[in-house]
């Protein structure tokens, strides 16, 4: 069975740093696309940045150039690391995936953006 786990939030200052790790298991991860998302209260869930079996990665406008998503193959992990956050970065971020058919979402990671 698929299982992604993620950490990595907190609460962090406008203009601080954040690195969330996913760690997944139960699939070849090397093969699989990865996804972060994250959900603000009373918003819906948005896709942040992916990141391809290949390492091609996309993202939102909304983050282009503060955060950067990676994979290490090796340790069936993937990142993103988010710089010069705003407050409205603030949401619950998750990781996800497709395998055999079916996505697959972690519990989510909270991250807080005081102004």
């Known amino acids: 069975q698929v299982q992604l786990v993620e950490s990595g939030g907190g609460l962090v200052q406008a203009g601080g740093s954040l690195r969330l790790s996913c760690a997944a298991s139960g699939m070849i991860f090397s093969l699989n696309a990865m996804g972060w998302y994250r959900q603000a209260p009373g918003k819906q869930r948005e896709l942040v940045a992916s990141?391809?079996?290949?390492?091609?990665?996309a993202y939102a406008d909304s983050v282009k150039g503060r955060f950067t998503i990676s994979r290490d193959n090796a340790k069936n992990t993937v990142y993103v690391q988010m710089n010069s956050l705003k407050p409205e970065d603030t949401a619950v971020y998750y990781c996800?995936?497709?395998?055999?058919?079916?996505?697959?979402w972690g519990q989510g990671t909270q991250v807080t953006v005081s102004s």
């Open positions: 996800a995936t497709n395998w055999g058919g079916r996505p697959y």
């Open positions: 990141i391809t079996p290949a390492g091609s990665t």
